[in-house]
């Protein structure tokens, strides 16, 4: 039962450099997020997916951009990785509205 | 804006020391409430839910939390602590009825000793 997969683990980028983490789950979930995880200051949304082809802001979506590319993956980019960006990232689904979220095993990415 | 608020940001019990951490969420409406907990070096995992009826849950390792509507609260308690329950927790909450965005409050790091 692979539930959330989040794939790198880790990665390091220089500033400027692009990239994008990539999320699947096989749990036929609806909703699928992206969270940044950073000392003190908890788990903030970056984006969001109600739903297979939806996609909204969250908290602190600047500098990332988001593609539902079907029902199962959810996949976040940073254009232009700026060393604010170091941290840890959280894929997560959830079946639908108001229920329990499952989250990934998470992707450290430092910025240098 | 909706929020959510941990009070206690570390805290550090003696093994079978009762634990208490706090929760608040400001938003007047319907909301779905969750514990998650984070071993180190781990993803995130449930520890109880709220989503109607009684307002005491009971979740897994001897973990419950109590809902209280008039003062937006939902706090985590746990009579008597132990070592492996070192970790941190988060608070989060769901807005019901509107779109699914679940909201997650600072988190508090316990730290047990044995």
């Known amino acids: 039962n692979a539930g959330v997969t989040q794939t790198p683990k880790f990665q390091v980028l220089k500033t400027g450099q692009s990239m994008t983490l990539q999320c699947a789950q096989d749990m036929n979930h609806n909703s699928m997020y992206w969270y940044r995880q950073d000392p003190g200051m908890g788990l903030r949304l970056i984006y969001y997916?109600?739903?297979?082809?939806?996609?909204d802001k969250g908290e602190v979506p600047n500098g990332y951009n988001v593609s539902r590319l079907n029902k199962r993956e959810f996949s976040l980019r940073l254009e232009s990785a700026a060393p604010s960006q170091t941290s840890v990232y959280f894929c997560a689904s959830s079946e639908q509205r108001g229920t329990e979220a499952f989250f990934g095993q998470g992707t450290r990415l430092t910025v240098v | 804006a909706q929020s959510v608020s941990q009070h206690n940001h570390h805290v550090i019990l003696s093994e079978a020391a009762s634990l208490e951490l706090g929760c608040n969420y400001s938003?007047?409406?319907?909301?779905?409430l969750f514990w998650y907990v984070q071993y180190p070096g781990q993803h995130l995992q449930l520890l109880l839910k709220?989503?109607?009826?009684?307002?005491l849950v009971k979740g897994i390792k001897g973990f419950e939390a109590e809902f209280i509507k008039s003062k937006f609260s939902f706090n985590l308690r746990k009579p008597s602590v132990q070592w492996s329950d070192t970790a941190e927790y988060f608070c989060?909450?769901?807005?019901?009825?509107?779109?699914?965005?679940?909201?997650f409050g600072a988190g508090t790091r316990l730290a047990v000793h044995p």
């Open positions: 997916s109600a739903s297979e082809g939806t996609t």
């Open positions: 709220y989503f109607s009826g009684d307002p």
């Open positions: 989060a909450v769901n807005l019901s009825g509107g779109y699914n965005k679940l909201i």
């Open positions: 938003y007047g409406g319907t909301v779905n």
